[in-house]
C-alpha cells in the first residue's frame, strides 16, 4: 500500500519551454496620402513612407542635421556622367544604411527625360521580405 501512494508524494515542477519568436512592430503615421482613410502606417509600410521621406529632402536643408537628405535634388539637370551616377548611387546606399529595417540587394540609377529613376532592392529585415522599390525624381514634379 506504501509504494501505490507514492505518486502522491511526488512533485513535478511542470516547465514550459515555447520557443518565443521575438516580433517585433513598427507603427507611425503619415498624412503624405490623401486616400488613406486613417493616418496610421504600420511595419513595411511606415519603413516605406520614412524612406521616401528621407529622399524628400535636399542634403543640407534640414538644420538639426545637415548630413541628412539626398544630393539627388542638387544634380537633377547635370548630365549624367559614369562619376555622376556613382555619386547617385553612393548616396542613395548612404540613405538607404541610415534606415536599419533594411538591408540593400542592389541599387540601379537610370535617366529617363525629365530626370532620374532610382530602383533599389531591399530586403526588410524584421520580416524577411525583399522587394524593389522605384524612384523617379523629376526635375519638374519633385519625387514622384
Do not use: C
Not at 13 to 39: L, M, R
Not at 58 to 80: C, Q, V
Request: aromatic residues 10%.
Amino acid at each position: 500500500m506504501a509504494q501505490k501512494e507514492l505518486y502522491k508524494k511526488v512533485k513535478i515542477k511542470k516547465t514550459v519551454t515555447e520557443d518565443k519568436a521575438i516580433q517585433t512592430w513598427y507603427k507611425g503615421f503619415s498624412t503624405a496620402n490623401p486616400d488613406n482613410k486613417s493616418y496610421k502606417l504600420y511595419d513595411i509600410a511606415l519603413i516605406k513612407q520614412d524612406i521616401i521621406n528621407h529622399f524628400h529632402i535636399r542634403k543640407g536643408e534640414k538644420l538639426s542635421d545637415p548630413d541628412f537628405g539626398t544630393i539627388i535634388w542638387d544634380i537633377l539637370f547635370e548630365p549624367l556622367t559614369e562619376q555622376l551616377k556613382q555619386a547617385v548611387i553612393s548616396d542613395v546606399n548612404r540613405v538607404l544604411q541610415t534606415e536599419t529595417r533594411v538591408s540593400i540587394n542592389e541599387v540601379i540609377v537610370t535617366e529617363y527625360e525629365n530626370g532620374l529613376q532610382i530602383e533599389a532592392t531591399l530586403t526588410y529585415l524584421p520580416y524577411n521580405i525583399t522587394e524593389s522599390l522605384r524612384f523617379s525624381f523629376d526635375q519638374n514634379n519633385g519625387l514622384i
